[in-house]
């Protein structure tokens, strides 16, 4: 089995950006769209999350996983939940409003009602940029971030350094195990283990699944112990740790921090300061439906 | 060390299973490696069984591409840090009462892990909490629990074995 990560060097903008920085904008982001449903801030962060993620010149061939699995959770939460059902924006949007279709609407020669408001309809526009403007500025990160960097990035962000050592080594041991995992599966069928099979019951199918996890598991923890022992043999946490891969702040990262924490204490300003953190519709929009 | 091995283990176990797409157990569920930080917290404890479900989560995230979702990271790290939390009343791991302290530490961490994870979407997606019920918590919480309940027992029984041999 062959890991590969999804990183690679595309001299984009993003790669000259310090790990930190890019964390330190990416949750800036996420606390700035989280505190506010007022469409024009959720509008502005969109936009700034948009240009972020252009910023990093992905091409829909490397994010495609990252983005289905982002479109099923919208599809059920805004199509489903908002639209349809209605349930999703319980609490947020107020009870009753202006129903897109009061008289209905003819459907295959049929007539159909559907209960679908003006208010429910722009949660959902709403809704919709605030989780596509968290989604494009966490997704890009597997592909735009050396594996080498997590460990350290963590570390100097101020997690502790074991944490952040075990990131690190956890990098390390990820071909090791999957090889590994390969050499127990590839074992486990010649000795007729049937992990395809589609055959018995929910039990038996999940039991199925123990021959290959373990004795992948067992083999994992005897040879830490290895490795563990040939570190206190060399005197592993006597010393502060140093890192191989070194971060430098440069002054553009200096200058996207401070974006990021502008952009974040004007939304929170303003969705607190101003009454500008709750739902609300613009009258332009009800002009489209009158 | 054990936590780096869990993590690096949770990763490509779920990796293998979601994107390398072993078409295994009949379409029952999508990740049978979420017994990995639930046995590394029974087996070493709670700090151990937090990092490995935290990291590992972090590490299958970036494998498969997924990208970087916190909330649903520390939702991992629970299911491993309350098993964990009774590893100190877990001596023999072959043990009825041991295994039986197990599973009910697989309920409480998968509750508690996914359901901090589901409650999150509230806050970052502005979802209600019958989405948050039904469409994040109830899939995540009855596939977790069940591959929990089934494999960590043979693994509790597999460990005991080696710890036997090795004297350990």
């Known amino acids: ?290 | 060390m054990y936590a780096a091995i869990g993590a690096a283990l949770y990763a490509v176990v779920t990796w293998a299973f979601n994107v390398w797409q072993i078409p295994g157990a009949g379409n029952v569920g999508i990740r049978p490696a979420v017994v990995i930080p639930m046995f590394f917290g029974i087996a070493f404890g709670p700090i151990v069984g937090f990092i490995t479900g935290f990291v590992g989560n972090i590490l299958a995230d970036l494998l498969s591409g997924y990208g970087f979702w916190v909330w649903w990271d520390l939702g991992n790290g629970i299911m491993g840090l309350i098993p964990g939390l009774f590893s100190v009343l877990i001596t023999n791991y072959k043990a009825g009462r041991s295994i039986f302290l197990a599973e009910i530490s697989v309920v409480l961490g998968v509750l508690f892990g996914m359901g901090l994870a589901a409650i999150s979407e509230m806050w970052v997606s502005g979802a209600d909490m019958n989405t948050v019920i039904f469409a994040n918590f109830l899939p995540a919480f009855l596939t977790n629990v069940l591959w929990g309940l089934v494999l960590l027992p043979l693994l509790m029984v597999a460990y005991s074995a080696i710890v036997s041999q090795s004297g350990r």
């Open chain 1, 1 to 290: 089995m062959l890991v590969t990560w999804n990183y690679r060097y595309r001299n984009s903008l993003i790669d000259h950006i310090d790990p930190r920085a890019r964390f330190i904008f990416s949750f800036a982001v996420l606390l700035a769209a989280t505190s506010t449903w007022n469409p024009l801030l959720l509008a502005i962060i969109f936009v700034i999350s948009i240009a972020w993620y252009s910023s990093a010149k992905l091409s829909w061939q490397d994010t495609k996983r990252g983005w289905l699995m982002i479109s099923i959770l919208l599809f059920t939460m805004i199509v489903v939940n908002t639209i349809i059902t209605g349930g999703g924006a319980g609490g947020v949007v107020p009870e009753g409003g202006q129903l897109v279709w009061p008289e209905g609407f003819n459907l295959f020669g049929r007539h159909m009602t559907f209960g679908l408001t003006v208010e429910r309809l722009w949660f959902a526009v709403a809704q919709l940029m605030r989780i596509l403007s968290i989604s494009l500025v966490f997704i890009m990160i597997p592909y735009t971030m050396d594996s080498r960097a997590y460990g350290v990035t963590f570390r100097k962000l101020g997690l502790p350094d074991r944490l952040a050592y075990t990131m690190e080594l956890s990098f390390r041991f990820i071909p090791t195990l999957a090889r590994n995992f390969q050499v127990t599966l590839d074992a486990q069928r010649a000795r007729g283990f049937e992990l395809d099979s589609v055959k018995g019951g929910i039990l038996s199918k999940v039991r199925r699944i123990a021959p290959l996890i373990i004795p992948v598991t067992m083999n994992a923890i005897v040879s830490s112990e290895d490795i563990a022992n040939a570190m206190d043999l060399r005197g592993f946490g006597q010393q502060k740790r140093t890192w191989l891969y070194e971060l430098k702040y440069q002054w553009w990262d200096y200058a996207v921090i401070a974006f990021a924490v502008v952009l974040l204490g004007v939304i929170v300003y303003l969705a607190y300061g101003h009454g500008m953190r709750l739902f609300e519709v613009p009258q332009w929009w009800y002009g489209l439906f009158s």
